[in-house]
């Protein structure tokens, strides 16, 4: 069996009484696809921020490549190849849309002159973006956001990618669209984590799907198998999850609100 590529051994975080992560172990292998769900304050965003390295956790090891990655920042796991993309799109607004793929590949990314325009250039063409590459950032609409959000983390190259509730907001052609940019990502090697409220983008896409709540994972499995459980369907406080697989949306109460103690919409490079 080969190595995972990202293993959380028993991970622990707190801020004061209120539990983010409690004692939380995952592995998701190379080219996986899993997507995570669960009720706003369930610490999904906080899980990315562990992930990813903008929050450090109480207790409990991080493992990405092989390689513990525990004290190191997002800076560094972003050059290791862990991409991330933000509930709120921030980007840089007075630049256009290809310098700011251009700081996400050299500054992210690690990457230097020929390589950094490539990447770039490739994440335009990748997310449909192109036509919109002299645009200021502070111009495009929301779909066009949501491109450059994802966009600018692809251009970091990575081999593991962080997705947070990027599908919010978009009519159900432009989730279409989205989901099809993912799977492409996904059949060229890189694993994808996908946090996600409109559990319709997800379920086409990733082949496992994990329930979190109050820091715990409560199902793991098949999406099918997961949205049936009981337990899942207690904590979406009686939403009819499975409505999600013949095409409707989840969206638990105040699914409009933030996630997580730490909240964890920030812009990355």
Request: net charge negative.
């Amino acid at each position: 069996m080969s190595e995972p590529l990202l293993e959380l051994d028993h991970v622990t975080k707190r801020f004061g009484r209120v539990v983010i992560a409690e004692d939380l172990s995952l592995a998701v292998g190379t080219g996986d696809t899993v997507g995570i769900v669960g009720p706003n304050g369930a610490g999904k965003t906080s899980l990315f921020g562990l992930i990813s390295g903008d929050l450090a956790p109480g207790g409990g090891e991080i493992r990405f490549g092989g390689r513990t990655v525990t004290g190191l920042d997002a800076a560094a796991r972003c050059r290791l190849g862990v991409g991330r993309t933000y509930q709120v799109p921030r980007p840089f607004g007075d630049m256009t849309v290809f310098e700011n793929l251009l700081v996400a590949a050299q500054q992210g990314g690690g990457l230097r002159r020929r390589a950094s325009y490539t990447a770039a250039v490739a994440a335009l063409e990748r997310t449909g973006l192109s036509s919109q590459a002299n645009v200021p950032a502070e111009r495009l609409g929301l779909l066009q956001r949501k491109r450059l959000e994802l966009a600018r983390a692809l251009a970091t190259q990575p081999t593991l990618l962080l997705l947070d509730e990027v599908a919010g907001g978009l009519t159900d052609p432009e989730v279409a669209q989205l989901v099809e940019i993912v799977r492409e990502v996904n059949a060229e090697g890189t694993a994808v984590i996908w946090i996600e409220h409109v559990v319709r983008a997800l379920t086409p896409v990733v082949s496992r799907l994990i329930c979190l709540t109050g820091g715990k994972f409560v199902g793991d499995g098949a999406p099918a198998t997961v949205l049936a459980d009981p337990a899942v369907r207690e904590v979406f406080l009686g939403t009819e999850v499975t409505a999600a697989l013949a095409g409707g949306s989840l969206e638990p109460p105040s699914a409009a609100g933030g996630d997580g103690a730490a909240g964890g919409e920030r812009s990355q490079p």
